[in-house]
């Protein structure tokens, strides 16, 4: 028996390397967004600095550790079995959840699934323990007092992060506008010194301040002339911040690259809890039970050494430290959550990943109301002096970014402080829920959601948030239901669930990598977007309709295909698969018409008022071949999934030939396109207009076949054939206008 729970260990320990890339690539996004939003360096630069903020956070983390302990449950009244059941359910669980919201590119907290799985896995053996011993109560067994602490703390620091960015960004626009290098002479260095000073006394003083790593004596210094201390780190760090600005150093930059350290090491000292405090919890219960156990069995051997505080090895922590650095370094999901903060704090337009929703349109026509009554309120010079404050026109914004470096500088600092001291508390804050309601309160009163934006915005807002509600729900439930179906399946049922987690997280791996190929088409655009020479972006757009067109004729002609073979072959898995993949690309052809529109609008303005007409006919044609497919395709599939007469042979054999010569001419206006070489596009139109006739010449003979048919048995595969036929034609009028459209579009 001792064998399989060192076993269950052993896998605890590997899910936890697994937990720490999951989580980091979710959790990157915290610490990275500000710099890498801002464009302050290299994205290399900015991963340097913050692995070095990791790993001095992983090192000091180790007082976090105790929430794995004894912060939700009261290990006292629990055996070692029940230990590792709950440890076990908490790891499954955490895992599943992370990479299900990481796939989807949603910010989730670790911190909440964590917390809530923890507590519904306690929760729910806690019950099933007072059900079999009435002597036992909800109070013997959960640290509800300390739980409840650390779940109100997590959700009120939404609202204590949402408010400070929103004042904190307000006031720091107000004094240095959009227009920065103006109004930075002295206000600059003041500004860099309480940056500075606040950074550290929340990470230096207070974090090293109670570090196990230094003596008593520096510990009670620092305690006792804390106050002293600030002070002299102001006027040192103010004088040095004024240096640096005359000697023509950006203290915005600097001040965002010491923020990612500080909040990288924030987030290592207080979220290293949540990749590995379970899985060395449950190495420290097997140590302790393996040692002292005696004679008792895993049942009966009751933890109560996880009541002491943790000792973890150094040496863990800084391997903890070592994956999160890599991870950082190399996950493309990481990548995939950092873009969807920064796209929904950005300053300008851009591609909205969200759509609008009713309670945003609410909550944005019930703001714009009370704004326009505020204004009103006020007296016109104060209006008008705050209104030259918040001028647009002035932003100074580095070659592709989506912020200036002061919103940038705000971001950090805030959250940073926030982490920090929570850290410092021993509560497990969320430091997703942080930096995100930080970043969007720094972008609400930045006035970076205008009036064409702040819907969609406002909906993303609402998306992530509500991704964390749900989180915690079903972390709280899976947790509890896996834990129970592990406490009475017994040792065949855990084992099973780690073979489910393995072959979950490869099939999820797969799906990913499927879904960051296909993302990959919208590359152009996201170049597009980060340079402000009209003329280049007129040029990229040339390239991303070109590339959009030609795909979609490729597509088209691909499951035109698809659906003329599972009518002859009555194939209605390849039907179902075509009307999927219709679905599908029909939603990303809104998401590219959107994205060439934003990319339009920044070109030279003549260019775009010329243009514009082929454009949307272009734009239009896309959608006419999925809307001429779909119409072929509805009933082809209904008739085909209800078993109906197949399609005759002849029917076959005489379309077979048209089919060929419209795969041709696909072919060829492909060609034409994806070579940008339209000398003989005439010769297509005029072979598509022949076409179009072969088919109403068929149409007619079918027509004709139908009337003088005697018995109607073949009436209803025939009305199917007749379909399709005008459908066909349908589909080369979508290609003929596809392609004048985009001839004129793309003329010098």
């Given amino acids: 028996m001792s064998t399989i729970y060192l076993c269950i260990v052993v896998f605890l320990l590997c899910l936890a390397v697994f937990d720490l890339f999951v989580g980091v690539s979710n959790d990157a996004v915290n610490f990275l967004q500000s710099a890498v939003g801002a464009n302050v360096a290299t994205f290399r630069t900015i991963l340097i600095i913050a692995s070095c903020g990791v790993a001095c956070g992983a090192v000091l983390s180790s007082g976090m550790m105790d929430v794995a302990r004894h912060g939700i449950m009261m290990p006292v009244n629990y055996s070692f079995e029940e230990v590792i059941t709950i440890f076990l359910a908490v790891m499954v669980t955490d895992v599943l959840i992370l990479d299900v919201f990481n796939t989807l590119g949603m910010p989730t907290s670790t911190t909440v699934s964590l917390v809530f799985e923890l507590l519904g896995g306690t929760f729910i053996l806690a019950t099933i323990k007072m ?88 510990r009670d210094y620092i305690q006792a002339n804390t106050g002293m ?140 109301n009370g704004g326009s009554w505020f204004e009103q309120v006020l007296p016109s010079r104060i209006r008008q002096w705050i209104g030259s404050r918040f001028d647009r026109s002035e932003v100074i914004l580095d070659e592709g970014a989506a912020f200036d470096t002061v919103r940038a500088s705000v971001n950090l600092v ?75 399946g017994g040792i065949i049922v855990q084992v099973a669930f780690m073979v489910l987690v393995i072959i979950t997280l490869i099939r999820s791996n797969r799906k990913y990598a499927k879904k960051a190929a296909r993302n990959n088409k919208t590359s152009l655009f996201n170049l597009m977007m980060r340079t402000r020479d009209a003329d280049l972006v007129w040029d990229m757009l040339r390239g991303q309709v070109t590339k959009t067109q030609a795909f979609v004729n490729g597509f088209a002609q691909k499951e035109f295909n698809r659906i003329i073979d599972g009518f002859a072959n009555q194939d209605v898995r390849s039907l179902r698969r075509s009307k999927k993949e219709l679905v599908n690309e029909q939603a990303m052809l809104k998401k ?89 596009y005439r010769n297509v139109l005029a072979e598509a207009d022949f076409c179009r006739d072969e088919l109403s010449e068929l149409r007619k003979r079918h027509i004709d076949r139908i009337q003088q048919t005697e018995n109607n048995r073949m009436l209803q595969v025939s009305l199917v054939y007749l379909n399709m036929l005008q459908e066909s034609q349908e589909f080369l009028n979508a290609m003929r206008h596809q392609l004048r459209a985009v001839k004129k579009f793309m003329e010098n």
């Fill in 131 to 218: 059900v079999g011993d009435d002597s036992l109560d909800y109070g013997n067994l959960l640290n509800s007092s300390h739980a409840l602490k650390t779940i109100i703390a997590i959700f009120v620091s939404v609202g204590i992060a949402f408010f400070f960015g929103v004042i904190v960004m307000w006031i720091s626009r107000v004094i240095f506008t959009f227009n920065y290098k103006l109004h930075a002479k002295f206000t600059i260095a003041v500004f860099g010194g309480i940056a500075f000073t606040a950074l550290a006394y929340f990470i230096f003083l207070k974090g090293l301040g109670k570090s196990p790593y230094i003596s008593e004596a520096t």
């Fill in 229 to 368: 201390l600030l002070v002299y780190t102001f006027i040192i760090s103010t004088i040095l911040m004024e240096i640096l600005h005359l000697l023509r150093v950006h203290i915005f930059k600097l001040v965002v690259l010491m923020g990612t350290f500080a909040l990288a090491m924030a987030f290592a000292g207080n979220d290293l809890v949540n990749f590995i405090g379970v899985p060395l919890a449950g190495l420290d219960s097997y140590q302790d039970f393996t040692a002292n156990a005696g004679g008792a069995s895993a049942s009966e051997f009751m933890m109560v050494s996880l009541m002491e505080s943790a000792k973890t090895p150094p040496a863990f922590l800084m391997a903890a430290g070592l994956i999160m650095i890599i991870a950082m370094a190399t996950s493309k999901k990481a990548h995939n959550v950092i873009k969807t903060s920064v796209d929904l704090s950005r300053q300008d337009e851009g591609d909205e990943m969200f759509g609008s929703s009713s309670a945003a349109r609410s909550i944005v026509r019930f703001s714009q």
């Fill in 414 to 488: 805030l959250a940073a402080m926030i982490i920090t001291i929570g850290t410092n508390y021993k509560l497990p804050l969320s430091t997703t829920y942080v930096t995100f309601m930080v970043a969007m309160g720094t972008s609400l009163a930045d006035r970076a959601w205008s009036r064409e934006s702040a819907v969609f915005r406002v909906t993303g807002v609402l998306s992530v948030i509500g991704g964390w509600f749900i989180t915690a729900g079903a972390a709280f439930l899976a947790c509890a239901a896996v834990c129970v179906i592990m406490f009475y």
């Fill in 592 to 680: 590219f018409r959107r994205q060439e529109m934003l990319g339009l609008k920044r070109s030279p303005v003549d260019v775009a008022i010329e243009r514009n007409t082929w454009f949307h006919l272009g734009a239009n044609s896309n959608q006419q071949f999925i809307y001429s497919l779909r119409r072929m395709l509805d009933p082809i599939k209904e008739h085909v999934d209800n078993n109906f007469n197949p399609l005759p042979p002849e029917y076959i054999n005489e379309f077979e030939p048209v089919r060929r010569r419209i795969n041709e001419l696909m072919k060829m206006a492909q060609n034409i396109i994806e070579a940008r070489q339209y000398d003989n």
